[in-house]
Structures are given as C-alpha cells and as structure tokens.
C-alpha cells in the first residue's frame, strides 16, 4: 500500500531530576553536597532512507515519545542521558508543523537528518549550589520538559521524468515497456490508483557484472488528470505533487480511433490542471506524445497535433508503447533533454536543527524589576555559575 501523507506527534525525553546528598564517610570531615545533576533527555530526529518508498509506518504508529534522562545520584553520579531516537522517512519527504504550517526540513538527500524535538536538559544537583556562605546546600533543579510537536509528513517523489495526462492514455504500458516497474493495465481510466516509478536505462548497454551503462533516469507514472481535477473530480491533483521536483514532463495524449476527443483540447486541459495546482508546473520542458499508433488508422487528429506542436515549438513523438515502435527514438530523446537540464540543489534554507543551546522561537522574557528579569524558553541553558 502507498501512503504519501502522514500526521505524528514528536516529545522530546524529560531530563532527570537533580539529586540533593551529601557525603558521608568516615575520616572525611566536612564532606560537602555531593548531589549528581540529572540526565538530559533524548531527542527525536527525522532521517531520510533511501530504502524506505511510503509513509505507511505513520499512518498506524503515530506518537513517538524519547527516552527520558535518568535522576542524579550521590557521590557525584550524573545520571544517564536518554538515547535519541531516529525516525526513517522516505528521501523525498517535507516536514511541516501541523499548527504553524511552517516547512521544517525537505529531506531531499539520502541521509539528511534533522532535528525535530529537543529533549529536555537534565537539572543539577546541590553540589553546584555550594558556596562559602551556604556549605550545605539543599537546592537542586528538576530536569526540563522535552519540546513537542505535531508534524504533517509528506512524501514528493524523486523522478527526473513525470508522465501526465487523460486516464488510459498509455501511461502504465509506456513505463511498464522503458523499465522494469509493472503497473497495473487494464482498459478502463483510473486503472492506476497510486504512482509507480521506474529505472530507464536510455543507451541500453550493461556491464561485466549486469551492471547497466550509459544514461540512466527515473520516471514517475502519474494517475491520469481529467478536466476539473483542480475541484476535486476524478482522483484530484493530490498527485501532483510528486511530479513537482521532476526536471521534465512528457505529455501523453490518446490518438486512436478508439478515441473521439480533439487531442489539441486534451493538451489543454490538462495545461490548465497543471497551471491550477502550480505555476511551476507549466515552467517545466514539456514533451508532447501521441500513444497508440499501432491503433492510428486514422491519422488527421494525430497530424492536427503534430501541426499544433509544431506552432507552439514543443517537441513532439507519435509512439505506440504495445508494438515498441519509436519507443527507443522517444527514450533518447527524453535522456537528451535531461542532459540540458541542471539537477536543483536540495532546499535546506528551512531546516531547523538548532544546537541545545539556541533559544526557541517560544522563548520569553519577564521583567521583575530593575535588575532582575525572568526568561522561560524550553531550550535554555542553565548558568552553570549562578
């Protein structure tokens, strides 16, 4: 099952309590406090795997508590800090705060990492409270509250290719012939209910190992569009999203006999669907593809859309996916126009992972008098000289 959304909800560990004791041994006069500060508690990372392909795991499990820092003890024993705990995530996935709407992170690389709960720093113990004028101390501090968050996980796919357009166009068979994926066909629209990617290997060599040489790409076979997608018909446009981070669209569009609709008027419909849901979208290199010319027998709306094309300087191949006719020209024709195309950096400029010490953007700060002010923040350190 493919699940591209998820909601969870992240708490850090609490830090353990400091520990108030003194020491008494024999033959140690004036022993001194000698309470162990508590253990910080653990925090909650967001990691992107490259194994990983669906958010399923979140749609059933969806609240993850760290382990908390254990409490001080005598004789100076700090006590445990919690181990942090590591969330898998598909590469692909953007993080956003479910209440603030804010992107936290686009883990867009394999192995990026962020952080997404603090835990909480532990409190310490009386041995810091001492001093010439109080020798016996019995103050300590309680650990701090791990931070939580209500996160909306979402998962866009990375392809370099994204195949759009009508239900039954010949998207499943195009991407079932170029690469190993087998989508489900079948002669009915909305056959395909999820994306399928697919390895493609333009040049066709492989190496002494079966290795594969040459150029190689990922595609995404989108589920089809219809007009008024962007309102809710059909499945939506909650697809479309994977083919955001896509470096090139091709466009397949139905010319058989078997089907009556102008292929000018299908190209621009879905136009408009893909300008609805981004502008972007419509700023990517097109590709346009008439399918199924082995069932062609007619070809003046295929001429009509070649003509089309031609006026509106969009690439254009007329394929049929079932007999491999000039399915091999069209591969090496998409490998080309990938080639002048730059692969976009991963954005990170949204990334939170702050050092424990960094004030969170909750922080505050209360004035008392003059000279003394009142600063609640839940990632604060603590003056280790006060």
């Not at 925090?43 to 969806?62: C, G, H, P, Q, V």
């Not at 056959?191 to 333009?202: C, D, I, K, M, R």
């Not at 896509?246 to 139905?254: A, G, N």
């Not at 969009?314 to 195309?341: M, N």
Request: proline share 5%; aromatic share 6%.
């Amino acid at each position: 099952m493919f699940a591209d959304e998820a909601k969870i909800f992240v708490k850090g560990g609490h830090g353990g309590n400091g520990c108030v004791a003194f020491r008494r041994e024999k033959y140690v006069p004036r022993g001194g406090p000698s309470g162990g500060d508590g253990g910080h508690g653990a925090s909650i990372y967001l990691e992107a795997n490259i194994n990983d392909n669906t958010l399923l795991r979140y749609r059933y499990n969806r609240e993850f508590k760290a382990d908390r820092g254990r409490h001080g003890e005598g004789s100076n024993c700090s006590g445990q800090s919690g181990e942090d705990m590591v969330l898998l995530v598909p590469v692909g996935t953007v993080v956003f705060d479910a209440q603030t709407k804010e992107t936290i992170a686009d883990l867009a690389t394999p192995g990026q990492r962020v952080l997404v709960a603090h835990g909480g720093c532990g409190g310490r113990g009386n041995q810091h409270f001492a001093k010439p004028w109080h020798q016996a101390p019995r103050e300590h501090e309680e650990g701090q509250d791990g931070e939580e968050r209500h996160l909306r996980l979402e998962l866009k796919l990375l392809a370099d290719v994204g195949l759009v357009g009508f239900p039954n166009a010949g998207k499943s068979t195009l991407i079932s012939v170029i690469s190993a994926a087998r989508p489900k066909i079948a002669n009915y629209p909305f056959t395909t209910l999820e994306p399928n990617l697919g390895v493609v290997n333009a040049d066709g060599g492989t190496g002494a190992h079966g290795t594969e040489l040459g150029r190689t790409f990922v595609v995404a076979d989108l589920p089809g569009l219809i007009e008024g997608a962007h309102e809710g018909a059909g499945l939506g446009m909650r697809f479309l999203r994977h083919v955001e981070r896509t470096r090139l669209l091709v466009h397949l569009i139905d010319t058989s006999d078997s089907n009556d609709d102008d292929p000018v008027h299908s190209y621009e419909v879905i136009s408009r669907e893909l300008a609805a849901f981004s502008k972007t979208l419509t700023e990517k290199p097109l590709i346009v593809v008439a399918t199924k010319l082995d069932a062609t027998t007619d070809r003046t709306r295929l001429e009509l859309l070649r003509d089309f094309c031609r006026r509106e300087h969009l690439e254009f191949h007329s394929i049929s996916a079932a007999t491999g006719e000039v399915v091999k020209e069209l591969v090496r024709s998409i490998a080309d126009a990938l080639d002048k195309i730059p692969r976009p950096a991963p954005d990170t400029a949204n990334e939170i992972d702050a050092p424990d010490d960094e004030i969170s953007d909750s922080s505050s700060v209360i004035q008392v008098n003059e000279r003394k002010h009142v600063v609640h923040a839940p990632m604060v350190s603590r003056d280790e000289k006060s």
